[in-house]
């Protein structure tokens, strides 16, 4: 099948995320498939107008692309307008079969989708107003709220108008989670049978196997692999870790943003507790989640996240999760089975569940072999491909 995706931005575009990363892993594992996807995505600087990258093939679309793009950029210019010139161009001589839309990227198609009569699944991430209460709730500074504020026209303008589009315009909604589901039907009153959930999946993980117990001897170690920024919550799990009461343990944060230079005076206080590692290519994570270097994952956000890339990663590397009860996390986590889910900002709980595992070596291996055997059972790419294989099959038929 020949297929079009919509993504605003890619991991050829220097800073990205869960979204990229399934976007790049659902494209490939595609096209290892037997299919042909070309993605159509905003051009930067540095990139060509083409490229092909592990059988997928990128086209860069000149576009002016800015957060409140519908009032900064003129509409014949903006993404919208434009991934829709450069697709109906292109199909021509291309004649795609479907188009699969990365949250609202496909507005543009969707918006003339009589003139294709393509099938069209667009799959989100999230919602807007889930995004808006994440920076009401993520930093309660003056600065912070007023940040806030001042994107609430550009949020509700989305929230009326794109996002209703892309759900209503689209045959089938792909959502990364129950949690996002639900969300959007709340939303945007779209029909229960049109929303599918579908959770993120990745390849299996090669790790290392550990003999004895973990944490047994020395520190217990722990892992958190995510942007630097306050809405993430490590800032504060930073703190708790550098805390005198916190010596038996080490913390090593993969990732960038905002808090680099904060997390950097945290961790000169910490007595070589607390490493910062910088930002990683994805082969460099992926050896990272491994039970023969950390004892736990922990994913302190405060965002209400679609459904974490991260979570499965580091159960496929045998680690339990401590995380808070936020958004998708509980589609990933079962709690005391794989790990623990937390009310959201109770850090003291937080921290009493890694002083649990600490005391516990042997629970603390039992909850990361349950959590591979449920990444295993539910989170493989090969059952995200099947999954969105069968929805593409039953739209042509």
């Known amino acids: 099948m020949k297929i079009a995706v919509f993504i605003k931005s890619t991991t050829f575009s220097g800073s990205y995320g869960g979204l990229e990363t399934q976007n790049k892993l659902l494209c490939e594992g595609l096209v290892s498939r037997g299919h042909k996807v070309t ?16 059988g ?45 839309g990365q ?14 009569g393509l099938p069209i699944v667009s799959i989100s991430h999230g919602t807007k107003i889930g995004e808006l209460q994440t920076k009401f709730k ?30 209503h315009g ?20 779209v029909e229960d049978a049109k929303v599918r959930v579908i959770n993120n999946g990745i390849k299996p993980l090669k790790v290392e196997t550990v003999d004895g117990e973990r944490g047994a001897v020395g520190k217990f170690r722990l892992l958190y692999v995510g942007q630097l920024i306050r809405s993430k919550g490590i800032g504060k799990l930073a703190e708790i870790v550098a805390g005198e009461d916190m010596k038996d343990f080490t913390l090593d944060i993969v990732g960038a943003g905002d808090l680099q230079e904060e997390l950097g005076a945290i961790s000169g206080k910490s007595e070589g507790r607390i490493t910062l590692r910088g930002k990683l290519d994805y082969a460099e994570v992926l050896r ?41 996390v509980s589609d990933a986590v079962t709690d005391g089975e794989t790990g623990y889910l937390v009310t959201p900002g109770k850090f003291f709980v937080f921290k009493s569940k890694l002083n649990g595992l600490k005391s516990d070596p042997e629970l603390a291996r039992k909850l990361g072999v349950n959590a591979l055997n449920k990444a295993t059972e539910r989170f493989t790419l090969d059952k995200m491909l099947d999954s969105y294989e069968g929805i593409f099959k039953e739209l042509k038929s």
């Open 170 to 189: 689209s045959d089938v909604v792909v959502a990364v989670s129950n949690s996002v589901k639900k969300a959007l039907i709340d939303e945007t009153f």
């Open 288 to 328: 990272m989640y491994n039970p023969a270097r950390f004892d736990a994952f922990v994913f302190p956000t405060s965002r209400l996240e679609g459904f974490p890339m991260v979570l499965v990663e580091a159960m496929f590397g045998q680690l339990p999760v401590v995380a808070f009860d936020l958004g998708g």
């Open 103 to 116: 949250s609202s990227g496909a507005v543009g198609v969707i918006r003339h989708k009589e003139e294709f």
């Open 39 to 54: 993605v159509f995505t905003p051009r930067f600087a540095k990139e060509k107008e083409q490229a092909v990258e592990n």
């Open 138 to 167: 993520s930093d309660s500074s003056i600065k912070g709220l007023l940040r806030a504020a001042l994107d609430l026209p550009h949020v509700l303008k989305n929230f009326f108008t794109v996002q209703r589009e892309f759900v």
């Open 56 to 100: 997928v093939k990128y086209i860069f679309v000149d576009c002016k692309t800015a957060h409140y793009s519908s009032v900064t950029v003129s509409k014949k210019d903006g993404w919208v307008e434009k991934s829709y010139e450069v697709f109906r161009e292109l199909q021509k001589t291309e004649e795609f079969e479907l188009i699969l």
